[in-house]
């Protein structure tokens, strides 16, 4: 079990650009694939990317593709989220997870896959 802290969210103009970083403790981070996710209010939480452990392979929803770019560190045990050119519909809570793989380039679009969860971070994309 890792345990998932992110940050970086905020309010922002639309247009604009955040940085959201999620950094695991209490587990051997590069064993897991590490995920984002969102939810707005009433709405089930989407996939937004996912990386590999090796970070050599990432997939994104088509609504974030082109303008989010995930990456990893895993010397430092971080996952980021670079989002930029934001929408008033990329508003929500983003969340982090972590699940583990066998694979180097293993990623998942499923939650089901990742097994812990960050207690998320609310973004905001002002009109």
């Known amino acids: 079990q890792v345990q998932l802290v992110e940050s970086g969210g905020g309010l922002v103009q639309a247009g604009g650009s955040l940085r959201l970083s999620c950094t695991a403790s209490?587990?051997?981070?590069?064993?897991?694939?590490m995920g984002w996710f969102r939810q707005a209010p009433g709405k089930e939480r989407e996939f937004v990317s996912t990386?590999?452990?090796?970070?050599?392979?990432?997939h994104y929803a088509d609504s974030v593709k082109g303008r989010f770019t995930i990456s990893r560190d895993n010397a430092k045990n971080t996952a980021y989220l670079q989002m930029n050119s934001l929408k008033p519909e990329d508003t929500a809570v983003y969340y982090c997870?972590?699940?583990?793989?066998?694979?180097?380039?293993?990623?998942?679009?499923?939650?089901?896959?990742?097994?812990?969860w960050g207690q998320g971070t609310q973004v905001t994309v002002a009109s």
């Open positions: 990386i590999s452990r090796s970070g050599d392979t990432t």
């Open positions: 209490g587990g051997t981070f590069f064993v897991y694939i």
């Open positions: 997870a972590a699940g583990i793989s066998g694979y180097t380039s293993a990623i998942s679009d499923n939650k089901r896959a990742y097994d812990d």
